[in-house]
């Protein structure tokens, strides 16, 4: 089968040509670069599960923590 590509007169989305028609064709080229260019925004890592309070570890599912008991050598 042969396929055959018709040529369309319109093929950039209408909302680019909103934007090159309100700002103008350099400035939506500037901006496109400009965003090209940035690098990506990264997300903050989550907090570490064994720092968290026991009401968090609650609402995430976790089981709870065993508690705390210091032992002598820890009392002074």
Known sequence: MIA???PQANGL??????LIRRHGATAVLWALVRALLMPRRRRPRPPDPYHLSP??????????????????WELR
Request: no cysteine; glycine share 4%; charged share 25%.
């Open 13 to 18: 989305h209408p909302t680019l040509h909103r």
């Open 4 to 6: 055959q590509l018709l």
């Open 55 to 72: 009401h968090m570890r609650r609402d995430i599912g976790l089981p709870p923590r065993d508690p705390h008991v210091p032992r002598y």
